[in-house]
């Protein structure tokens, strides 16, 4: 019942769900023009997008977007689970998992966009 | 009306229908960013490393996958706007007529894209050559 109210902080989660919903599209957008209608289209080149990855600015712009699309997609699946899952050990596993899961997931990215060199 | 969706308690509607389809493509946008990122790790390694992975890619198998990642980053960008909207208060009132909204317009762009990454090539073989009429264009 208190799943989102202010007395858990879940109001919080609740709202960074929708901020990093909202700031994900438009980066998404910016994303789609620049990468597949701008740059080489069907032709991307190694050189094009490394070109691109080895700059300071989008580098910023991708580790943004993979921090908050590592978030919400987690955390979209913490509120998926937490629907389903009554047990305190089951949900402690559960978001266990899913931080490990994040860390993976962000370790292997951000070592993939920033120390890029072309 | 209530009827038994497996692990839920939800009556059917349009918002039982959009809010069931945000969570299965959210799942499925999930499991994609994962290997996403590793096959990104990949593409960085070397310009040789870059050139074996989008062969990889250009499989037919992937630019059919692809499609279906289109259909979900649409659907859960475009119901995603409809949630806060309705959340924000502003179109509580509009959400059942927003729900067919955020429908047709991934609709639309479904096909558009798919059209686009749509291996026609598939088509491209003596096969279905002699399925076409000798006097079509």
Request: hydrophobic share 55%; glycine share 10%.
């Amino acid at each position: 019942m208190h799943k989102y109210s202010y007395k858990n902080g879940g109001v919080y989660v609740w709202f960074l769900q929708r901020l990093t919903g909202f700031l994900l599209l438009a980066l998404l957008l910016v994303h789609m023009l620049v990468e597949h209608f701008t740059l080489g289209g069907h032709e991307l080149s190694y050189e094009l997008v490394a070109k691109r990855v080895a700059t300071p600015l989008w580098k910023i712009i991708d580790s943004l977007f993979l921090v908050m699309g590592t978030f919400h997609g987690l955390n979209g699946v913490w509120m998926i689970a937490s629907d389903y899952i009554k047990k305190d050990w089951l949900k402690v596993t559960v978001v266990s998992a899913l931080l490990c899961l994040g860390g993976v997931i962000l370790t292997l990215g951000l070592l993939t966009v920033i120390p890029f060199k072309m | 009306m209530r009827l038994d969706i497996p692990f839920t308690k939800y009556a059917w509607h349009s918002g039982t229908i959009a809010w069931l389809l945000h969570r299965i493509t959210g799942g499925a946008l999930i499991f994609y960013l994962t290997i996403h990122v590793w096959v990104t790790h990949h593409l960085g390694k070397s310009p040789e490393a870059f050139d074996q992975m989008m062969k990889l890619l250009m499989h037919p198998a992937f630019r059919i996958g692809e499609i279906g990642l289109l259909a979900a980053i649409v659907y859960h960008s475009l119901n995603g706007v409809r949630i806060l909207l309705v959340d924000l208060g502003i179109g509580a009132r509009h959400q059942e007529q927003m729900f067919w909204w955020v429908i047709g317009l991934s609709f639309v762009l479904c096909v558009l894209g798919g059209i686009e990454l749509f291996p026609w090539q598939l088509f491209d073989n003596e096969i279905f050559k002699g399925l076409i009429p000798s006097w079509l264009p």
